[in-house]
């Protein structure tokens, strides 16, 4: 089976920076999605990583170690619009296995 | 505007009873899939298609049913409803069932069995 661990909830304040963190044990591995969910919307697309090292886009960067089973979601300089949840999936013979979801709450 | 959409929006059922769940894309993707999403589990794969004419089983298949007939279309079905599959239900697609292809999820359909 899979396991994919990510905190349930963080929170930071306006123009901080927050590290997601996403650990897993998967039987398979094709890569490593991050989506952002606001509440009572559809996941939406964040970041993919299938090589070890550090994918940046905009504010938001993304970290692999396939080695270690690892990944975070770095948001930097946060903004009330970036509270939401954040998933984390693994690609496992080509199906996305997805964490709980981490809520992120920004307050001012 | 490109996309996909769910309908119904929301529904409440009665247990027993039958239930599909549409979903239609338009960007002619080749795979699609169906979701479930409960409040601490996250998202879980239920049935998907990696092209038109043919389907599999995710993670909880038990008690849903899939087709799919063409490439836009992708209908779940609920032979005979029960509360535990009260939950919100996202349909996505994907251009192939290729590790590097982004998925796209509608805007949900949300059921409550009773």
């Known amino acids: 089976g899979q396991n994919i661990d990510q905190p349930t909830e963080m929170t930071a304040t306006e123009g901080a920076i927050v590290q997601i963190n996403c650990t897993y044990q998967?039987?398979?591995?094709?890569?490593l999605f991050w989506y952002q969910q606001h509440a009572g919307e559809a996941p939406t697309f964040l970041s993919y990583?299938?090589?070890?090292g550090l994918e940046e886009k905009g504010r938001f960067s993304s970290f692999l170690s396939r080695s270690k089973g690892y990944s975070y979601l770095l948001l930097k300089e946060l903004q009330m619009k970036d509270s939401a949840s954040y998933l984390c999936?693994?690609?496992?013979?080509?199906?996305?296995?997805f964490g709980a979801g981490t809520t992120v709450t920004v307050r001012a | 505007i490109a996309g996909i959409t769910q309908a119904p929006t929301s529904q409440i059922l009665a247990a027993g009873r039958r239930m599909t769940l549409r979903c239609t894309q338009d960007?002619?993707?080749?795979?699609m899939y169906w979701y479930r999403q409960d409040l601490g589990l996250g998202l879980r794969l239920i049935h998907y298609s990696n092209t038109a004419g043919t389907t599999g089983k995710g993670e909880v298949p038990d008690g849903y049913s899939v087709s799919r007939a063409n490439t836009d279309d992708f209908p779940l079905t609920l032979a005979s409803a029960v509360p535990s599959q009260t939950s919100v239900y996202f349909c996505?697609?994907?251009?192939?069932?290729?590790?590097?292809?982004?998925?796209?999820f509608g805007p949900g359909t949300r059921l409550t069995v009773l």
């Open positions: 998967t039987s398979g591995f094709n890569g």
């Open positions: 960007m002619r993707h080749n795979a």
């Open positions: 999936a693994v690609d496992d013979d080509y199906k996305l296995s």
């Open positions: 996505a697609s994907s251009e192939t069932s290729g590790s590097t292809d982004t998925q796209y």
């Open positions: 990583n299938v090589l070890d």
